[in-house]
């Protein structure tokens, strides 16, 4: 029998502990605001090449087919690996053109380079999120509202870290992005695995606990945010920030190692039972002792990958890919993700160009669009958990909770649409608080809808509405607008625009006809949202999880049957 490090080490809950601390610095995608501006400005950008360069970055952030269906054949350890691999190469790429270490780069280079390094946090979230779902599948609201906490918040921890690192370079945040992320999955990457499904008892308890340990990190990150944008910090300071936040960070190793320490001890009393059986119940009959419990998934007859295409199975069961692809409920799903997330996304990459439009001050933007990286990460716990709580307790449709955020979604659209003084701090917290909770409660709903066999395809497929809904609302109509106005207000003062100068738009009316524009759009994808509401009422009502829990016993018995033939446990 292995020794308890061995044991932890190959644990369930280690492999959690590990899915936190990959995803906590996967999230550079998130300050694209903070380093938005050091590329257009070295880039000689005007605000329609930077919100397309903006698009390529949501496009690879959300478009993981390719990752999904390497995710199909291999371990989720291949899949990670080459993440590591994309992140590295496209953000040093970028930060190489930033420095003038290459010469002059086309725009189409520098929106592949932003590609591949965005679409490399796909692959991470695939190989990690998909592999959690599945080990811990009772739990799955809970399971990605926390995995994607921690992605949300990993753009305020690679902030600080970029401070302690290189202090107040600019340019420097982009080569944290490439290396930081790279070291940590390529060391962690081995310990992401699929496990068989055995809830514990007090599984949701340590969910809870790990939930109020990432609180005090994401109190401290909010604290800290706030003091630096008021009190100059040196280096000395920056390294203590950064300090506390890793050990804030690592503190749930302290949970974990006590829960494997007790499963070890279950495990080690179970051998010594298995050490004390009869021998005359040890020689059973054969047939007995040969019996095989098999998966409920694993009893239906295989059916070919176009068969039975337009007939899907009934929700819940396991879609084929083409079965969920095509099905009326994607089809909804993908729309409503179209005109909500596309919005969102659109108002994140633009919050700080708002801001100075608005004429906030230089310290109250860097506050705003640093701290939207915390209520995302409240807005994906929140809903994680709440979603959870109330599908459990009341079974309230998450599909209906997607669509009361689809609806206040609208409304910050119209509050940055109407520029009214200070409202922009109310628009920040709420941008994210929406975006934030729009993603597990999509994950999830899939998950639900389709099941688990072809997640990690199914699950890429419905993050790639995303950026349709950005390239449409991000660079159609608010880069476009932007500089129409800002052509509008140079010609006005008789100003000529000289090439490669950078356009800039003062005023509400910079972006308040493209933001109506969004609202109404998102207004619009409530309603689609509501139909999905009604067409899976009756599917929420019911026992959706029965089956993970027949299964959870199935395997309990199997271990309970090894046990008592005095074979080793499974």
Known sequence: MENFGLHMLVGRWFMFFASILILSVAGGTYIFGLYSEEVKISLGYDQTTLNLLGFFKDLGANVGIISGLINEVTPPWVVILLGAFMNFFGYFSIWLAVTKKLSNPKVWEMCFCIFIGANSQTFVNTGVIVTCVKNFPESRGIVIGLLKGFVGLSGAILTQLYHAFYGSDGKSLILLIAWVPTVVSCVLLRVIRIMKVNKQENEIRIFYQLLFMSFGLAGFLMAIIVVENRVEFGAIGYWLTAGTILVLLCAPIVLVFREELNLWDVKKRSLSHTVEIKVDEIERPLQCSAAVVVPINDQKEHVSFFQDVFKPPERGEDYTILQAVLSV?????????????????????????????????????????????????????????????????????????????????GLVHVLIALGVPNTLYVASVLIGLCFGALWPLIFAIISEIFGLKHYSTLLNFGGAASPIGAYIFNVKVAGNLYDREA?????????????????????????????????????????????????????????????FREQAKAVDAAESQSRTNGDAPL
């Open 329 to 409: 409920d994607m089809l909804i799903l993908f729309i409503a993700t179209i005109f909500g997330a596309g919005g969102l996304l659109t108002a994140m990459d633009n919050l700080g160009q708002i801001g100075k439009a608005l004429g906030y001050p230089k310290t109250s933007i860097t506050t705003f669009v640093s701290l939207v990286s915390i209520w995302g990460y409240l807005g994906r716990v929140g809903s994680g958990f709440a979603s959870e709580i109330f599908l459990e307790k009341y079974k309230f449709p998450r599909p209906l909770m997607l669509t009361i955020v689809l609806f206040f979604s």
């Open 487 to 547: 052509m509008k207000q140079m010609a006005a003062h008789g100003i000529i625009r000289k090439r490669g100068e950078d356009l800039t738009c003062t005023g509400v009316e910079c972006y308040k006809l493209a933001f109506l524009i969004i609202a109404a759009s998102t207004f619009v994808g409530f309603i689609v949202s509501l139909v999905l509401v009604i067409r899976t009422f009756k599917f929420y009502k019911g026992d959706i999880y029965k089956k």
